[in-house]
Structure formats: structure tokens, C-alpha cells
């Protein structure tokens, strides 16, 4: 028996696929899996961190964006990764494999707190353009944000959950115009979980979308901008 030392034939580019990646196999279909691997591949050894637009992504494996980003949500909703993406699929987001899915040793802790932060201030961005919204973003609001950070909860998902709950407040207003405008971040908790576990296709929030922007803009028309109390005049929305 041969008992010499292996030796690798391209000895970089290389990476360490053990109990992590096995455990990601039971989870993930084909190509979220595939997708798993191409992020561990080029992530970043001291992060875990890959830094990619989805475009780029989609190009890298052959892919539509669409379906990229159906990969992504499934790993994010197995709790293997986190990513934070805008909306314009062109613009560098990024994905990071959770520590319990990445076998390397994270030692470049200030870069998860820029992403942290990112991900807080995209948050802060999504409250700020709701008319309906009233909220200085205080330090609980930051403190919660983050709690969603370390769980991993998906930052579309905490997008779908502003949106909705911003239209049932509007449909409040019109039935009861006494009611507070929406004040702290907390008020979409109870929405965030409701659609856990739920699967709505993307048509239904470009639905929900248009509905919520027709909404703003007849209020705002009915409104002055000095105007502090938006709970008059609803009935048409």
C-alpha cells in the first residue's frame, strides 16, 4: 500500500469542504446548491463574505436572475446564509455563509459590523419612505434591526413586511382615521411573522407595491406637506 503524502495539483483556490458542506447537501434542491458552493469558492476566507452583484452571479452560473434569487432566499430561509441586495440586481450586494455552515475561523470581525450596519441603514431607508411612517428610528428600532442581522432574516422579506403592513394601515386609517401613524419599528413584527414560512410569488408584491404607491400619492395629494396628522381624508384610498 501507497502510504506516500497526497499532493494537491493546483495547490490555491481550494476550499475546506467538510461537515458543512455535507449538511448543506441534505438541505439545499440542485442549484441552491450549487449556488452554496460558488459563494464558499470565492467568498472570502476571513469573512465568509462574497461581494457580487446578482447579474454577475447569474452570468457565473448559467442562471436567470430570478432564479438566483430564488437560490439565495433558500438559503437564507435554511439559515446558511445572509445577504443584503437593493433592488437594482447591477448593484455589488453581498452573501455571507453563516459560522455554523463556514468551517474557517471569521477573524475580520469590523467587516460584519459594516455589514450589520448596511443592513440596519437599508432598514432606516425602507421606514423613511413610507408617508405613513412617523419614526425617529430610535436606538430600540437599531437594537431590533440587528436582532434580524444575526438571525438572518432576509432583508426582502423584511421589505415584504414594511409593505404590508404599511397597506393595512391605510385600510385602518380609512375605517378609523383616529388611529397613530405607524411610530417604531416593532409595529411589523407580528407581519415579519406571519410570513414566516409562507411562499408569495413576486407578482403579488409588485401588486402590493403599485396598491401602496397609488395609496401614498392620494393621501399626499389631500395634504400639505406641513401637514402632521395623516389620518384625514382616507376614505378614497
Same mark, same amino acid.
Given at each position: 500500500?501507497?502510504?506516500?503524502? /497526497?499532493? =494537491?495539483?493546483?495547490?490555491?483556490g481550494?476550499?475546506?469542504?467538510?461537515?458543512?458542506? &455535507?449538511?448543506?447537501? +441534505?438541505?439545499?434542491?440542485?442549484?441552491?446548491?450549487?449556488?452554496?458552493? #460558488?459563494?464558499?469558492?470565492?467568498?472570502?476566507?476571513?469573512?465568509?463574505?462574497?461581494?457580487?452583484?446578482?447579474? &454577475?452571479?447569474? =452570468?457565473? /452560473?448559467?442562471?436567470?436572475?430570478?432564479?438566483?434569487?430564488?437560490?439565495?432566499?433558500?438559503?437564507?430561509?435554511?439559515?446558511?446564509?445572509?445577504?443584503?441586495?437593493?433592488?437594482?440586481?447591477?448593484?455589488?450586494?453581498?452573501?455571507?455563509?453563516?459560522?455554523s #455552515?463556514?468551517?474557517?475561523?471569521?477573524?475580520?470581525?469590523?467587516?460584519? &459590523?459594516?455589514?450589520?450596519?448596511?443592513?440596519?441603514?437599508?432598514?432606516?431607508?425602507?421606514?423613511?419612505?413610507?408617508?405613513?411612517?412617523?419614526?425617529?428610528?430610535?436606538?430600540?428600532?437599531?437594537?431590533?434591526?440587528?436582532e434580524?442581522?444575526?438571525?438572518?432574516?432576509?432583508?426582502?422579506?423584511?421589505?415584504?413586511?414594511?409593505? =404590508?403592513?404599511?397597506?393595512?394601515? #391605510?385600510?385602518?386609517?380609512?375605517?378609523?382615521?383616529?388611529?397613530?401613524?405607524?411610530?417604531?419599528l416593532?409595529?411589523?413584527? *407580528?407581519?415579519?411573522?406571519?410570513?414566516?414560512?409562507?411562499?408569495?410569488?413576486?407578482?403579488?408584491?409588485? #401588486? =402590493?407595491?403599485?396598491?401602496l404607491?397609488?395609496?401614498?400619492? /392620494?393621501?399626499i395629494?389631500?395634504?400639505?406637506?406641513? +401637514?402632521?396628522d *395623516?389620518?384625514? &381624508?382616507?376614505?378614497? /384610498?
Amino acid at each position: 500500500m501507497n502510504t506516500a503524502p /497526497l499532493t =494537491l495539483k493546483t495547490p490555491r483556490g481550494w476550499f475546506a469542504a467538510g461537515v458543512e458542506v &455535507d449538511r448543506a447537501l +441534505t438541505l439545499l434542491s440542485d442549484g441552491a446548491f450549487k449556488l452554496f458552493l #460558488y459563494v464558499c469558492l470565492n467568498a472570502r476566507r476571513d469573512t465568509g463574505v462574497l461581494a457580487i452583484t446578482q447579474t &454577475d452571479l447569474a =452570468l457565473s /452560473l448559467n442562471k436567470a436572475r430570478k432564479t438566483i434569487r430564488d437560490y439565495v432566499n433558500e438559503m437564507e430561509n435554511a439559515g446558511i446564509c445572509r445577504s443584503h441586495y437593493g433592488r437594482n440586481p447591477n448593484v455589488r450586494g453581498t452573501i455571507e455563509i453563516v459560522d455554523s #455552515y463556514w468551517p474557517y475561523q471569521k477573524t475580520v470581525e469590523p467587516l460584519l &459590523d459594516d455589514a450589520a450596519a448596511a443592513f440596519v441603514s437599508e432598514i432606516r431607508k425602507l421606514l423613511q419612505a413610507r408617508a405613513c411612517v412617523q419614526s425617529s428610528f430610535s436606538t430600540a428600532d437599531e437594537i431590533l434591526a440587528r436582532e434580524w442581522y444575526q438571525r438572518g432574516v432576509p432583508l426582502s422579506r423584511i421589505e415584504q413586511a414594511i409593505l =404590508l403592513g404599511c397597506i393595512r394601515k #391605510y385600510v385602518s386609517w380609512r375605517n378609523n382615521p383616529s388611529q397613530a401613524p405607524i411610530a417604531t419599528l416593532r409595529y411589523f413584527v *407580528p407581519v415579519l411573522q406571519e410570513l414566516e414560512g409562507q411562499q408569495i410569488g413576486d407578482d403579488y408584491w409588485d #401588486y =402590493l407595491r403599485h396598491r401602496l404607491s397609488r395609496m401614498e400619492k /392620494l393621501w399626499i395629494q389631500r395634504h400639505p406637506p406641513r +401637514t402632521e396628522d *395623516p389620518r384625514q &381624508d382616507m376614505g378614497q /384610498l
